[in-house]
């Protein structure tokens, strides 16, 4: 996983032991200071990632598939400002959903990541629907479904998924 997404599941995992119950919050604290540090530029083994979501929800108490989502819409925004110029300003949720791989090729792919990375595939159906297909091996279709609902909050917008498989 790349170390820039990784970084940003540190500061969710950090974020959130604001929100548990002091044993949790510790135990949560503990494991993120037992997890190595990645470099943003770097990668992250994805079982170290993915272990670290799973120990938010534990944490909270939630299906990791919630946790998944809640750490994609808080990392939307976040997501948004790093791609900086590569967006356009008169882009809206749509248009970065219709231009996110674009995006991540240019922010987040490495050579050095054997992980393979997920389908993302967009056609756009009508000035106010878009048909996307996204297919990770690593199950994160959590994470996609909260960066989705996360930047239509960053933008001010609602949107609608429908989710037939992940």
């Known amino acids: ?3 820039l997404f ?17 044993q949790a919050a510790a135990d ?14 770097g990668s992250c083994p994805e079982s170290v990632a993915t272990g670290l979501l799973e120990a938010v929800a534990l944490a ?23 791609a900086g110029g590569l967006v356009e300003g008169s882009w809206g949720t749509l248009e970065i959903l219709e231009h996110a791989d674009d995006l991540i090729r240019s922010l987040a792919r490495d050579e050095r990541i054997s992980e393979a990375p997920p389908v993302h595939e967009a056609v756009r ?3 106010t629907e878009l048909h996307l297909v996204y297919y990770s091996q690593r199950k994160l279709c959590g ?20 989710e037939t498989a992940c």
């Open 1 to 3: 996983m790349q170390g």
């Open 6 to 22: 990784f970084f940003f599941i540190q500061k969710f995992a950090d974020h959130s032991t604001a929100n548990v119950p002091p």
């Open 28 to 41: 949560l604290r503990s494991r993120i200071e037992q997890t190595a540090t990645y470099l943003p530029d």
């Open 60 to 82: 909270n108490g939630e299906p990791v598939e919630q946790t998944q989502a809640r750490f994609g819409g808080w990392v939307a925004s976040h997501l948004i400002r790093v």
């Open 125 to 127: 159906i009508s000035p």
């Open 143 to 162: 994470v996609a479904k909260g960066i989705m609902h996360g930047v239509a909050a960053h933008f001010g917008e609602t949107i609608q998924v429908d």
